[in-house]
T-cell receptor, first 113, second 114 residues
Framework: KAGVTQTPRYLIKTRGQQVTLSCSPI?????VSWYQQTPGQGLQFLFE???????NKGNFPGRFSGRQFSNSRSEMNVSTLELGDSALYLC????????????FGEGSWLTVV | QKEVEQNSGPLSVPEGAIASLNCTYS??????FFWYRQYSGKSPELIMS????GDKEDGRFTAQLNKASQYVSLLIRDSQPSDSATYLC??????????????FGTGTRLTIIP
């Protein structure tokens, strides 16, 4: 069974630009969660989607948004990038939600310059 | 008070010894508890999950949960150099939308000394 796939793996953006990251969950998983990881803050929860609906949300500004498609694939978007947005963005999927084991993708490394 | 607290370490343990990692959480209603291991530059991978009080063993790993004390721990027996990694404790609680929401601690960096 294929794991969680995230694209792109690495990207460099300029301040003020916007970025879209993509996540394909494990087949059959309906829940997709997004996390931001930085050395200083650790793993910070962004949001969770289940069957195309946002089910949980972390404490991030409105510049961070996401969506989920009918095939459970998910995208997250960050608009008006700031230097502090440089981080590893991790997507995780699970069959039914965050009460079950979540499985992480390899992540997308975003550098904002 | 942080939702999930871990000692950031680093924790150094001789090879072959027992490594003990601790985690406390703030929400008494938390139901699900997980330990993830993360190697440098890699994504977290699940080590153990535990849902009820007591011990759960899987090979060299034992997770211990005490809901009354709001405490969960991970013991690694016969520590190996390959166990050197950051260990993340994760706990669920009911989120704003009424669904379980998973929160991670900041992790404990473990180094096994040969």
């Amino acid at each position: 069974k294929a794991g969680v796939t995230q694209t792109p793996r690495y990207l460099i953006k300029t301040r003020g630009q916007q970025v879209t990251l993509s996540c394909s969950p494990i087949s059959g998983h309906r829940s997709v969660s997004w996390y931001q990881q930085t050395p200083g803050q650790g793993l910070q929860f962004l949001f969770e989607y289940f069957s195309e609906t946002q089910r949980n949300k972390g404490n991030f500004p409105g510049r961070f948004s996401g969506r989920q498609f009918s095939n459970s694939r998910s995208e997250m978007n960050v608009s008006t990038l700031e230097l502090g947005d440089s981080a590893l963005y991790l997507c995780a999927s699970s069959p039914r939600g965050q009460g079950n084991t979540i499985y992480f993708g390899e992540g997308s490394w975003l550098t904002v310059v | 008070q942080k939702e999930v607290e871990q000692n950031s370490g680093p924790l150094s343990v001789p090879e072959g010894a027992i490594a003990s990692l601790n985690c406390t959480y703030s929400d008494r209603g938390s139901q699900s508890f997980f330990w993830y291991r993360q190697y440098s530059g890699k994504s977290p991978e699940l080590i153990m999950s535990i849902y009820s009080n007591g011990d759960k063993e899987d090979g060299r790993f034992t997770a211990q949960l005490n809901k009354a004390s709001q405490y969960v721990s991970l013991l690694i027996r016969d520590s190996q150099p390959s166990d050197s990694a950051t260990y993340l404790c994760a706990v669920t609680r009911v989120g704003d939308f009424g669904n379980e929401k998973l929160t991670f601690g900041t992790g404990t960096r473990l180094t096994i000394i040969p």
